[in-house]
């Protein structure tokens, strides 16, 4: 009787913890969604190459960087960009030419340079 009374609670622990990882798996699903959709380049920043940026005067180097990784790695990204985007504006640039986004289990890094190129 006894045994099989521990029997039952285990099985109900079992579907509980599944139905508990199922559950996580979802909500970071739906948040890694709802985050990883990338806002706009600052208005008034051009993304460029460097042949874009030949007569432009260089205003300085941009990094920037977001603690995320892996799972979070696509919504990391965007505001890794998104901060070196606004970093360039805040420098009076008008293109940016981004020399590196990478994610790694260090976190994620986002690298330009700022130009104020005539209209």
């Given at each position: 009787?006894v ?9 109900g622990?079992m579907i509980?913890?599944?139905l ?23 208005p ?6 460097e ?9 300085s ?5 977001s603690?995320?990784?892996g799972?979070?790695?696509?919504p ?25 986004i ?6 994620t ?11």
């Amino acid at each position: 009787m006894v045994l099989r009374v521990l029997n039952t609670l285990l099985e109900g622990l079992m579907i509980f913890r599944v139905l508990l990882a199922i559950l996580l798996i979802q909500i970071l699903t739906l948040l890694g969604c709802a985050s990883g959709t990338a806002r706009q380049v600052s208005p008034g920043i051009t993304v460029a190459n460097e042949k874009m940026v030949a007569n432009c005067a260089f205003k300085s180097d941009v990094f920037s960087s977001s603690p995320f990784y892996g799972l979070f790695s696509g919504p990391a990204i965007n505001s890794a960009r998104q901060a070196a985007f606004d970093s360039a504006k805040s420098l009076g640039a008008t293109h940016f030419v981004i020399e590196k986004i990478q994610a790694s289990r260090d976190g994620t890094v986002a690298n330009g340079k700022a130009y104020l190129c005539p209209n």
